[in-house]
């Protein structure tokens, strides 16, 4: 009875109740909904649409066992590995822009990945001063080659700078530092209070003002995550209350760092950590995806044996992850249901291939960047850096058939808008690339380096301080090369769809402000759709693949080439001759217009 239990469980189980009450309310919403309806109205335009732009109804059978049967299979699957969700999109619109699909599925991951980036980038304004501020540590050599550990006086400790800063920072939080007493460096022994004071003497002022800051840093995202909760769960979570502590610097309050186990000395972080990367592709398989979130989950009070991880890794890792959740949980939360209830449709009229593909990527998306990585990535991520830096890098011939990508654009948004946006990007550039910036927020973080995949992950590490001046700039050139490009095919896109869409016509101003919004979006994607992108959302299965990213380095072109035919294929009707014009146009302004500008180049 309610009245026989403590205070604490009685508010376990309003919480529970809460809980069960809002997750009954978001079965019936969508927390990404740029509208009213209900969940049920969306899915019910969304299938609709299915319907009605396929173009066959596909007949279920076994899975074959003899040879060619099988072959046919894994050609399919191959097939469909190098379709980007973007392209998979268009078809399932039946090649309409702005369609159902597009509006229930693919708009909230333009706005997730845009939102993630702002996140990023914000917090590296942040987070980075505190490294500079910091300066070259103690003991290690030119390059991060190597740290030396030195012994902490009156103590058998032997540290190395970076990790006595990290445990400082672990010290304020209550369960870090229950962590430090218990299982110490290595797991062997905990480490006494007396011993972390003798750590705590070695640090420098800048230490210090670092620890403060880091603290301060990881506490900014408290609002958005308070809200994240709120929202997903319909409860007030639990927060950690800070431990503080005397230093020769005076008192320090003590503040949140997030817990990150060291996995080579404990068999048990080993396995949570192979355990946690599994659950994310189960919950995806599901269809019931999930961004990690290990920094608000509740911590066990007291654990054994698993040393923390005291190195500067493991804070940009939580970075990382709070804005992977932040921006994407609503929307993975959205798009998993819906298309849980979709599938059925488009497995029947589009193929199991296309709706596996829309699968796996709300699986990859949910896992991150990081969770794909195998053993071998870091060797693999040098040698792809070094590739891609020498082939693109300060290549001017590399940066001179950017233009090319005229063409492409003219075929995706058609030859007289993209007139359009030449003629606009030729009477002012400057004006043009403000007007652009201002309307699309996505289309500016791809020219601050989300272009390409290898671009993307060599730009990310230059914002960490890993990279010299060269490899730094290295794609300045190229960059400004498809900027030239990217502008005019969205300044064209952008005036066709708020034509498309009556602009001029809107009622007042928030309806003229969802129509900019939304053909602002719909221009962004034709950027996508014609030159490529580099967010991992934005990549095909192929492209995404760890194993693969070696064998795929300088092919986003021909990936994005790849799509628009296949685009291309399954929206002719070749039964019709009246088809055959706009199919040898589109044909040759994909394929062989840029081949011959190329050679004249």
């Not at 900019?516 to 221009?523: H, L, P, Q, R």
Request: charged share 20%; net charge positive; with cysteine.
């Amino acid at each position: 009875h309610y009245k026989d239990m403590a205070l604490n469980e009685l508010r376990a189980v309003i919480d529970s109740v809460k809980q069960i009450e809002h997750l009954g309310r978001l079965k019936r919403e969508l927390l990404t909904a740029k509208d009213n309806r209900s969940f049920n109205e969306h899915k019910d335009e969304l299938v609709a649409s299915l319907i009605g732009n396929a173009t066959k109804t596909l007949k279920l059978s076994p899975t074959p066992t003899h040879k060619l049967g099988k072959a046919k299979i894994f050609a399919g699957k191959i097939s469909a590995s190098g379709r980007t969700v973007a392209s998979i999109v268009n078809q399932l619109d039946g090649h309409k822009d702005g369609g159902a699909m597009f509006e229930n599925f693919f708009r909230g991951q333009i706005e997730a990945g845009a939102k993630e980036f702002s996140i990023l980038a914000e917090s590296n304004k942040k987070i980075l001063p505190l490294f500079n501020n910091l300066g070259q540590l103690q003991g290690v050599t030119a390059g991060n080659v190597y740290a030396f550990s030195r012994t902490v006086p009156a103590t058998n400790l032997s540290m190395t700078h970076e990790q006595r800063i990290m445990l400082a920072a672990y010290w304020g939080d209550p369960q870090g530092r229950q962590r430090i007493q218990d299982s110490g460096l290595d797991g062997t022994r905990g480490i006494t209070d007396k011993e972390a004071a003798a750590v705590f003497d070695t640090l420098t002022e800048k230490d210090v003002a670092f620890i403060k800051g880091l603290w301060a840093h990881m506490e900014s995202f408290r609002p958005a995550v308070e809200d994240q909760i709120r929202r997903q769960n319909g409860i007030q979570p639990k927060w950690v209350k800070p431990e503080p502590f005397m230093t020769k610097f005076g008192l320090m309050e003590g503040g949140y760092v997030p817990l990150g186990y060291d996995v080579e000395l404990s068999a048990d972080s080993y396995k949570y950590q192979a355990m946690t990367n599994q659950l994310l592709q189960t919950t995806g398989i599901l269809g019931s995806a999930a961004a990690k979130s290990s920094f608000n989950q509740d911590r066990s009070k007291k654990v054994l044996g698993r040393p923390l991880m005291l190195s500067f890794d493991i804070i940009f890792k939580h970075v990382n992850e709070v804005a992977h959740w932040l921006a994407w949980q609503d929307y993975l939360t959205d798009a998993s249901r819906m298309l849980k209830a979709v599938e059925p449709v488009i497995r029947q009229h589009y193929g199991a291939n296309l709706a596996n593909q829309i699968s796996t990527q709300l699986t990859d998306i949910a896992k991150g960047t990081k969770a794909n990585e195998v053993a071998w990535s870091p060797a693999l991520a040098h040698l792809r850096a070094g590739s891609v830096i020498a082939g693109i890098g300060y290549n001017v011939m590399t940066a001179a058939v950017q233009p090319t990508g005229y063409f492409l654009g003219a075929q995706r948004i058609g030859a007289g808008w993209m007139a359009r946006g030449l003629k606009e990007v030729a009477t002012g550039m400057k004006a043009s690339y403000e007007r652009a910036v201002a309307l699309s927020e996505p289309l500016k973080q791809c020219w601050e380096g989300t272009m390409q995949r290898e671009m993307n992950e060599i730009i990310n590490t230059a914002r960490k301080g890993e990279l010299g001046f060269i490899e730094k700039h290295a794609f300045t050139l190229v960059g400004k090369a498809q900027m030239a490009v990217d502008l005019p095919v969205f300044l064209g896109a952008f005036e066709r769809y708020a034509e498309e869409l009556q602009l001029e016509n809107a009622a007042d101003e928030t309806q003229r402000k969802a129509i900019t919004e939304k053909a602002s979006d719909m221009a962004y994607k034709a950027v996508l759709d014609s030159q490529g992108g580099g967010h991992l959302h934005e990549m095909s299965r192929m492209m995404r693949s760890e194993h693969l990213k070696l064998f795929t380095v300088f092919l986003n072109y021909i990936n994005t080439l790849y799509n628009r035919n296949i685009e291309l294929y399954h929206k002719t009707k070749f039964k019709e001759l009246s088809s055959y014009p706009t199919f040898v146009s589109d044909f040759l302004m994909a394929n062989i217009i840029p081949v011959v500008a190329t050679v004249a180049i």
